[in-house]
């Protein structure tokens, strides 16, 4: 089946970059976004179609893609930006959703 | 703005079925494209299946197949997931989300247990 893979964790200084991969052969042609999920709520979406941005959602977060990889940027991290962060696509098939496998990032 | 609110938290015994409902405001069922993900303790998200406008069909992980159902009540605008032959693995939180170049809306979350 179908795998998107994620690093199991990122840790950052406050006011530092965080970057956070996300690597699937289907990435190269379908679209990924980007959920946050913080302790005991349900996710929301960062980013959608590899760099849009949902109105509401910071500035400093940022996606971008290459190739088969995708990559999440938080720029001048804040402290509320401790979570866990999914990307999630397609296959290349279309017929199945697939998430990764989670990033914990955490704020030093 | 839309809105997903969800049944409230089941107990189920191994081998029973549960199903979990969403009901949807803001917008027509119609409107949305439904779609179920799961969450075992401690563990990432898991999508479970939903509808495919690609050809008018419900798709299913291939991991879920023969064991759920996901249906739509349009009249109430309610979104329906039963999981049926429960096991202990099936313990996690439920969620519905509406998909559209991304999972924008999701439900609350239903905390399905399953425990002899």
């Known amino acids: 089946s179908y795998e998107l893979t994620q690093p199991p964790s990122v840790s950052v200084s406050p006011g530092q970059t965080a970057k956070i991969t996300c690597s699937g052969d289907?990435?190269?042609?379908?679209?990924a976004h980007w959920y946050q999920q913080k302790p005991g709520q349900a996710p929301g979406v960062v980013i959608y179609k590899d760099s849009e941005r949902p109105s509401g959602i910071p500035e400093r977060f940022s996606g971008s893609s290459s190739g088969t990889t995708v990559t999440l940027t938080i720029s001048g991290v804040q402290a509320e930006d401790e979570a866990d962060y999914y990307c999630q696509s397609i296959d290349s098939s279309g017929a199945s959703w697939v998430f990764g496998g989670g990033t914990k990032v955490t704020v030093l | 703005q839309v809105q997903l609110v969800q049944s409230g938290a089941e107990v189920k015994k191994p081998g029973a079925s549960v199903k979990v409902s969403c009901k949807v405001s803001g917008k027509t069922l119609t409107e949305l494209t439904m779609h179920w993900v799961r969450q075992a303790p401690g563990k990432g998200l898991e999508w479970m299946g939903g509808?495919?406008?690609?050809?008018?069909?419900?798709a299913y992980a291939q991991k879920f197949q023969g064991r759920v159902t996901m249906t739509e009540d349009t009249s109430t605008d309610t979104a329906y997931m039963e999981l049926s032959s429960l096991r202990s693995e099936d313990t996690a939180v439920y969620y519905c989300?509406?998909?559209?170049?991304?999972?924008?809306?999701w439900g609350q979350g239903t905390l399905v247990t399953v425990s002899s």
């Open positions: 509808f495919d406008p690609e050809d008018g069909e419900t």
């Open positions: 989300a509406s998909y559209k170049s991304g999972f924008h809306n």
């Open positions: 289907a990435l190269a042609k379908q679209y």
